[in-house]
């Protein structure tokens, strides 16, 4: 069975960090493209950032780009998200999801809530 | 950046009802749409993809059609699980953009 499970949202302060995981299992984590989504409190779903298979690839929203960092450990079975310098209209659930090689969403790990607040 | 503008962002509708949920994007997006189902609290579950392919496991009620710009979900004999809220996304291109959803409430 595929999972997906974020960890590492949290309360922070406005310019602080945090680093989000997003542990797979169930399927060969390294042949998959991954992306974060977000989705503000009451909000719509954004995309914030893809990595390809081996990492060597990455995009970003300009919303994010400069601030956030995608990256994965293919022999953790582990993708990440770190963040710097966030700001209030950051806060949002995380969500991590796995695409086809088509490039849509066929799994979505259950979210995890960032709080940027002084 | 590809638009996609979602219509209604509201509807009330009735068990058993029939439904039909638009997708308008910007430019051509060569049938790489995909509708999910959000509902309060949960990730997103994925139903229609490229633009009219129903994803394992999601029964024949839903179904979608169109091409280029505009696209359509329909939702036939709606039960109360059906009632969510419903996105569209295109990734013909980044970045990936959604509609701004569709909730559906019982009337």
């Known amino acids: 069975e595929v999972q997906l499970v974020e960890s590492g949202g949290g309360l922070v302060q406005p310019g602080g960090s945090l680093r989000l995981s997003c542990a797979a299992s169930g399927f060969t984590f390294s042949d998959y493209w991954m992306h974060w989504v977000r989705q503000a409190p009451g909000k719509g779903l954004v995309w914030v950032s893809r990595i390809n298979s081996d990492g060597s690839s990455t995009s970003y929203a300009d919303s994010v780009k400069g601030r956030f960092t995608i990256s994965r450990d293919n022999a953790k079975n582990t993708l990440y998200l770190q963040m710097n310098s966030l700001r209030a209209d950051d806060t949002a659930v995380y969500y991590c999801?796995?695409?086809?090689?088509?490039?849509?969403?066929?799994?979505w790990g259950q979210g995890t809530l960032v709080t940027v607040s002084s | 950046d590809i638009q996609m503008t979602q219509s209604p962002s509201s509807l009330s509708a009735s068990v058993g009802d029939r439904v039909t949920i638009t997708c308008r994007a910007s430019?051509?997006?060569?049938?790489?749409l995909v509708w999910f189902q959000q509902k309060p609290g949960k990730a997103p579950k994925s139903l229609i993809y490229?633009?009219?392919s129903l994803q394992t496991g999601v029964p024949s009620k839903f179904s979608g059609s169109g091409s280029g710009t505009d696209f359509t979900l329909t939702i036939s004999s709606l039960q109360p699980e059906d009632f969510a809220t419903y996105y569209c996304q295109q990734y013909n291109s980044y970045p990936y953009t959604f509609g701004q959803g569709t909730k559906l409430e019982i009337k």
């Open positions: 490229a633009a009219s």
């Open positions: 430019q051509g997006i060569n049938n790489y």
């Open positions: 999801a796995r695409a086809y090689s088509s490039g849509w969403y066929g799994y």
